[in-house]
């Protein structure tokens, strides 16, 4: 069965360079989600989109953007990095059946930044 | 405040022993979804359930039990019969509005 893709799995960037993360969703799944998590921390949640709108943002910071598509891929847009930015990006898909909704992750984006 | 509160940091547990994850969790909302992850040593997070405020009925899957209690605040994970490929940190999170907050994990660890 397909999964969620993400791309790159890995990155490195320098400070202040900008970085473009790429998520696929599954087939059919109309929803979209981003997570950030640091080296030994908890996931943050960023951003979701539902049917191409955004629909929760959470701790995400200015300096990124994120849109979906028409075909549902999902890109985070990430502008002037900064060290603190190196985590693992998770994207997490999913298709809402009335009160139910299972999310299926990515394998995530590691971005390095020097 | 929103908050989600998994006091137990590690466990170990030798295979085939039950364990119970807790998870309590902060909102004054009365609308919110509970969440628990799984996030195995490669990394990946897997999805695990979503349970909304408004359902408090318990659900099993296999070997997995999750006991929802609004009165306690609770949202605690059992696994049964425990098994090696069940060591992972498993976040639980809540979802109120249009954030989410994650505990900060426990790590468990099943002994062969």
């Known amino acids: 069965a397909a999964g969620v893709i993400q791309s790159p799995r890995h990155l490195i960037k320098e400070k202040r360079e900008t970085a473009t993360l790429k998520c696929y969703p599954i087939p059919r799944h109309d929803t979209v989600y981003w997570y950030q998590q640091g080296p030994g921390q908890d996931p943050q949640f960023l951003i979701s989109?539902?049917?191409?709108?955004?629909?929760d943002k959470g701790s995400i910071p200015d300096r990124f953007s994120a849109q979906q598509f028409s075909d549902y891929h999902s890109e985070l847009n990430m502008s002037s990095l900064e060290l603190g930015d190196s985590a693992l990006y998770f994207c997490?898909?999913?298709?809402?059946?009335?009160?139910?909704?299972?999310?299926?992750f990515g394998p995530g984006t590691r971005l390095l930044v020097l | 405040a929103q908050k989600v509160t998994q006091a137990q940091t590690e466990i170990s547990v030798v295979e085939k022993e039950d364990v119970t994850l807790d998870c309590v969790y902060e909102?004054?909302?009365?609308?919110?979804?509970l969440f628990w992850y799984k996030q195995p040593p490669s990394g990946e997070l897997v999805f695990l359930i979503r349970r909304n405020s408004f359902d408090e009925q318990n659900e099993i899957s296999g070997r997995y039990s999750w006991n929802f209690q609004k009165s306690t605040s609770s949202f605690n994970f059992t696994i049964t019969a425990s098994q090696v490929v069940d060591s992972a940190v498993y976040f639980c999170a809540l979802k109120t509005g249009n954030q989410f907050y994650f505990g900060t994990g426990t790590s468990l660890t099943v002994i062969p």
């Open positions: 909102t004054r909302d009365t609308t919110y979804y």
């Open positions: 989109f539902y049917e191409k709108m955004q629909s």
């Open positions: 997490a898909s999913s298709r809402k059946f009335g009160s139910q909704e299972t999310q299926y």
